[in-house]
């Protein structure tokens, strides 16, 4: 039986597809499917003595790996530049890797039992942003912490417009846990960048800056702040248009897991 909550089904068919060979072609998803196939490896083994639970456990987890590994060609620019998912050209995504993912999600969703990695796979494979809101509402009940909540918040933005992010941010509890996350204060800076409020904005991604942990997260959160200077009112323009369009924001789930 598929599992299903609050209106989303973790299977998106609703039946398990047909068993198939994988292979992608893609050369910088190599780590990323050797420990997939590692996974399934060992959920078919623990198969025979714990029974089918830890098989549907692997599936979910292979399916997240699937997913957001499918995400990789497009993360990083032309320029080696680090791209948020808003900027993202998806035809560069792994459609095979895409397929696998949502292939392992079915098989994943034929028990009763709800896992993180069911909910966060589901929430990779989905394009609807209520239906990734009501996801994140979810996972905060299995696994809360504030980066689901932060997550949570950056939906609410994409849903319902920059000004409801900020005050689902701003109500996240244990909230100073954050304030060495860089994208944190980089969603912060966003949101305000959105609503017009360049000086406000420039300071949080200023403050981003300084906590970023590499070379390439810097020179994406300093291009932020060089974009509060240039923000034109059609940019504010094509943030409302895109609202509820079928992507996911800038996802801080995506760059760490934080319990």
Known sequence: MVAAFQGCKVGRTGKSPPQTSFRSE????????????????????????????????????????????ARLPARVDASGNLSSLFDQDRSRWDQDLVT??????????????????????????????????????KLMTIRPSPVV????????????????????????????????????????????????????AREHFRAAVALARNPMERRFLEQRVAACEGWAPQHIAQWNQ??????????AHEAVRTR
């Open 26 to 69: 893609k050369p910088g998803n190599t780590a990323h499917l050797r420990l997939v196939a590692l996974i399934r490896f060992l959920s078919t083994a623990k198969k025979r003595v714990a029974g089918s639970v830890s098989l549907r456990l692997s599936h979910a987890l292979a399916a997240l790996m699937c997913l957001h590994a």
């Open 100 to 137: 696998e993912g949502q292939r392992l999600l079915d098989l994943s969703a034929t028990g009763t039992e709800l896992t993180e990695y069911h909910v966060e796979a589901a929430i990779a494979s989905f394009h609807s942003m209520a239906q990734i809101v009501l996801l994140y509402d």
């Open 149 to 200: 909540a932060l997550n949570r918040a950056i939906a609410v933005a994409q849903l319902e417009g920059p000004e409801r992010g900020l005050e689902e941010i701003h109500a996240i509890a244990e909230r100073d846990r954050l304030a060495s996350y860089p994208f944190y204060s980089a969603a912060l800076g966003e949101l305000e960048l959105r609503c017009g409020r360049h000086e406000i």
């Open 242 to 251: 895109a609202r509820g369009a079928p992507f996911r924001g800038m996802e």
